[in-house]
């Protein structure tokens, strides 16, 4: 089946530092990458909609120069957290669709927990 | 994407079926129904989906009413493992639709 591979898993930062955290499709290419961001108890909220060649779409509210993601190759998609701070302290969550017919299905990776201190 | 409405929260004995019910009145003609479960600090795992006629996997069942303004996931055995959010999205399936999540149900399998 379609698996995303997320990096890391976790990460503890400083405040004010940036943190990159990386998504890959492993065994298809993905034209398009969604990333989420979910609060404790609650749940998962899009942030970016990322195509391949493209710039993303940001939801609203979701500050795209803090934010920075990048979709540079059909199974390479990249979030940015610049200047992190301890608001920005979330669950980070990348998916990305797979084509086994019409409907297919959404894959998700299995997320990064992003603690800035 | 059509919203949809579950129970926050359910309980089910281990070995027995769950059932997991899943409104979901403004659904459009070209909408599937997915079904996804997110075990704690985990990312989503993909279960099922489906348009009108009733799915069967390996791991769940997933029956939609004949108007398919409802549907329900089964877990026919239930493990302790089974125990995670349970979200049912409705989303057109095609081109570039992001999944949107609602608050989903929390399944607790009891030993």
Known sequence: GAVVSQHPSWVICKSGTSVKIECRSLD???????????????????????????????????????????????????????SAHPEDSSFYICSARWFRDRSGGYTFGSGTRLTVV | DA????????????????????????????EYVYWYRQIHSQGPQYIIHGLKNNETNEMASLIITEDRKSSTLILPHATLRDTAVYYCIVNPGAGSYQLTFGKGTKLSVIP
């Open chain 1, 28 to 82: 298809f290419q993905a034209t398009t990458m969604f990333w989420y961001r979910q609060f404790p108890k609650q749940s998962l909220m899009l942030m970016a909609t990322s195509n391949e060649g493209s710039k993303a779409t940001y939801e609203q509210g979701v500050e795209k120069d803090k934010f920075l993601i990048n979709h540079a190759s059909l199974t390479l998609s990249t979030l940015t957290v610049t």
């Open chain 2, 3 to 30: 919203k949809t409405t579950q129970p926050t929260s359910m309980d089910c004995a281990e070995g027995r079926a769950a059932n997991l019910p899943c409104n979901h009145s403004t659904i459009s003609g070209n």
